[in-house]
């Protein structure tokens, strides 16, 4: 039995369920309490010794990092999300990366510091704000202009790439990520969070975020 650790806020984390999903695959979910520190907990660390989420156990095959987890199971399932043919899987890996090294890392800054911080006593970093912010407003025009060429990120097709993108984009509007000047974005995300693969892991990200904040 495959079993996927995460936490509902974790975009990577959502991001493997996604993908899981999408492949119809039939796994256990079971979350991993962060603000508890069970992350850290031996049991844990015995499958991912990095202890974050996510992380895999696929009947005693154990995997950490959510790019090699959904490369994995795209490849066990011979799923065309991560395409064999090599130019085609390397435009893939392209936008993967853009996504993930772009996109997510910098709406976590913004996340955290808008959200999360206030609301744990933490410090905040507006510096960390306004050049997340900023990069957003430099990269998210190159996702606008690919998405004017082709349906999806990496082409006519579904990909790992719009996963990727998917899950960092999740908590833009919670986290006060302006997209009104992305309308091609915009109608890329309407259409896929309507698809039974997000629906499976959440009808809105907002709402494992509110609940967990206490709204």
């Known amino acids: 039995m495959l079993t996927i650790y995460g936490s509902d806020l974790s975009g990577p984390a959502n ?7 999408y492949l119809g695959i039939s796994y256990e979910y079971r979350q991993v309490n962060l603000r508890e520190g069970e992350q850290k907990q031996e049991w844990f660390l015995k499958i991912n010794p990095i202890g974050k989420v996510p992380a895999m156990d696929d009947n005693g ?18 799923s065309s999300l991560y395409p064999q043919d090599l130019k085609q ?14 996109i997510m890392v910098n709406v976590a800054k913004v996340t955290y510091n808008r959200l999360f911080a206030p609301r744990r006593g933490l410090p905040v970093s507006q510096e960390s704000i306004d050049d997340g912010t900023k990069c957003l407003e430099q990269y998210f025009p190159s996702i606008e202009k690919q998405l004017g ?7 006519i097709q579904i990909t790992l790439a719009d996963m990727t993108l998917l899950a960092a984009m999740d908590p833009c509007e ?10 091609k974005i915009t109608a890329w995300r309407k259409e896929l969070k309507i698809q039974s693969f997000y629906i499976k892991c959440h009808k809105e990200y907002g709402e494992s975020l509110k609940a967990a904040l206490g709204r």
């Open 15 to 21: 991001k493997v369920r996604f993908v899981a999903n």
């Open 61 to 78: 095959f154990c995997l950490f990092e959510s790019g090699a987890i959904s490369k994995y199971l795209c490849d066990k399932n011979g």
């Open 89 to 102: 899987r390397a435009i893939v890996e392209q936008w993967t990366d853009f996504a993930s090294l772009h």
């Open 149 to 155: 060429q082709h349906k999806y990120l990496a082409g």
């Open 174 to 183: 919670l986290s006060g990520i302006d997209l009104s000047k992305y309308p």
